[in-house]
């Protein structure tokens, strides 16, 4: 049976954008234990104005 993954959290009172944005050492990097963060921004202009 495949256990079913489970859905990344961060616990609550982290501030998501200061801890997300921080860069893995080279110590983490090299232990493998890092995670490529990608941030995306939706930016909506109201072209009727």
Request: glycine letters at 4%.
């Amino acid at each position: 049976m495949r256990k079913e993954l489970e859905s990344p959290t961060i616990a609550p009172g982290i501030d998501d954008d200061e801890e997300l944005r921080q860069k893995a050492s080279k110590e983490e990097v090299a232990r493998g234990e890092y995670t490529k963060v990608v941030t995306l921004s939706f930016d909506e202009v109201d072209s009727s104005s």
